[in-house]
């Protein structure tokens, strides 16, 4: 475009001055671009002015492209006409140029300004690229999108974890997981959904992969058992790293980042063998039944070192919609992905035989009466299914290696945290 005349805009990222020859650095979300005001040329008053106009202030310039190996990526811009169209306050709340490092909570209160740093909006524009490749996967597999309820009647996953809300005259509660409403699907004979939405947790958790709203990935499909729906989840992992790594190289490398796609299948573990691997550990003492606890996973994380899936996990841990073995019912047809940092997701082949389902509610000390919306959908045909959800946030995080996922979220809300 040597020679063309633009229009070009964006924030104030550097004004420098050089006596009779000064730099506007204009920034976008792809990068800088350098504009170059000869005081002779431009006139004493225009070069006077853009020498005040503040940092991270969005500015207009008019000019022509000229070629210039020396300025950012290889052009500079010889204005014309240079007019504010938003004047930036100072000082700023935080330092988008990334010369200074600072404070989450700081970035996260003046999140508006942190994600104008390129590494921030780099991890944004990557999850963007991960949802629009697990919806094509998801339409290539013939699965269905579907929005379900947000504000509901009934906790899903059992326990207290539930944020009420006034609703008219009745209780209600936001959803903490689409669980109930996939399932009542498959009796619906939709046959193969997936939502992608947020699920809410009234946790009083405050470590670096909670939250108290997340984006919930999940999946349900008819006449499938566990194995085939790990099968389907492991895909949709590869896939959204092979899309990333394929499609994302400019965010890859601001975030100075070399992806490693993972290759399926991912091993798989059971919760017994994970169990054994655990004792090899000094001083662990779990039981049977015990859930494995946070240093267990990072022991087998470690030992593992890629993404891997527990399986066969007791009965009594898992959720009373997870199918038990006919011949073993104390073990059940539930697992998880593992990241060797985190759980990813969770899944099962699930109940859907209407006695068992109830006998399984009432096992783990809820009341049938609750789910009467829920176990009508099994009274009259349900296919056999099974599904999982896999965390966004997590998915994103683990990929990208960001430390917490609140880097990984746009407005986090967690124990602490409502605004902005
Ligand atoms: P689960 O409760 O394991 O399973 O949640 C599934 C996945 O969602 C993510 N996740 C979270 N991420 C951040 N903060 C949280 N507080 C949080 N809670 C959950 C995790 C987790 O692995 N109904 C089942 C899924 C199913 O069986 O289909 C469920 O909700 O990545």
Redesign the pocket.
């Known amino acids: 475009m040597d020679g063309r005349e633009v229009v070009l805009a964006g924030f104030v990222h550097e004004t420098r001055d050089l006596g009779g020859i000064a730099f506007l650095v204009l920034r976008d979300r792809k990068g800088l671009a350098q504009i170059t005001l000869v005081k002779k040329m431009v006139g004493k008053e225009m070069f006077k002015s853009v020498r005040t106009i503040s940092r991270e202030s969005v500015v207009q310039v008019r000019g022509q492209v000229k070629a210039e190996p020396k300025a950012p990526r290889g052009f500079e811009i010889l204005p014309t006409d240079v007019r504010v169209l938003s004047a930036a306050q100072v000082p700023l709340p935080l330092d988008p140029t990334e010369k200074v490092e600072c404070e989450l909570d700081t970035r996260l209160d003046a999140r508006f300004m942190d994600i104008r740093r390129p590494c921030v909006l780099a991890a944004f524009e990557i999850e963007s690229a991960v949802l629009r490749s697990l919806r094509d996967y998801f339409y290539g597999q013939k699965i269905t999108e579907v929005f379900t309820p947000k504000i509901v009647a009934a906790a899903?996953?059992g326990g207290t974890d539930l944020f009420p809300i006034s609703y008219f005259e009745k209780e209600a509660f936001l959803n903490?997981?689409?669980?109930l409403y996939?399932q009542m699907l498959m009796g619906a004979g939709m046959d193969r959904v997936f939502e992608i939405g947020p699920?809410f947790?009234a946790?009083e958790?405050d470590t670096r992969?909670?939250?108290?709203?997340?984006i919930?990935i999940?999946?349900?499909i008819s006449f499938a058992d566990d194995k085939e729906v790990m099968s389907i989840l492991e895909g949709a992992v590869v896939e959204a790293y092979r899309y990333v790594a394929e499609n994302c190289s400019y965010q890859l490398e601001v975030m100075g980042l070399d992806l490693q796609v993972p290759k399926a299948p991912f091993r798989r573990i059971t919760y017994t063998e994970a169990l054994e691997m655990a004792s090899e550990r000094a001083g662990v003492k779990m039981q049977w039944g015990d859930d494995l606890d946070t240093e267990t996973e990072r022991f087998l994380g470690e030992t593992i070192g890629e993404h891997y899936f527990l399986t066969d996990w007791p009965s009594s841990i898992k959720?009373y919609?997870?199918l038990p073995y006919e011949d073993k019912p104390e073990i059940c047809r539930?697992f998880?992905?593992m990241h060797p940092r985190?759980?990813?997701?969770?899944?099962?082949q699930?109940v859907h035989d209407y006695s068992l389902l109830v006998e399984r509610i009432v096992e783990k000390g809820l009341d049938p009466d609750g789910f009467e919306f829920y176990l009508k959908a099994f009274r009259y045909g349900m296919p056999p299914h099974a599904?999982?959800?896999?965390?966004?946030?997590?998915?994103v995080m683990t990929m990208l290696k960001l430390e917490n996922?609140r880097d990984a979220v746009i407005f986090p809300r967690d124990r602490r945290r409502l605004v902005p």
């Open positions: 899903t996953e903490q997981s689409p669980q996939k699920i947790r946790e958790h992969r909670h939250l108290n709203e997340a919930s999940d999946v349900e959720p919609y997870t539930g998880d992905l985190m759980e990813l997701a969770s899944g099962a699930r599904g999982w959800g896999l965390g966004l946030s997590r998915l996922i």
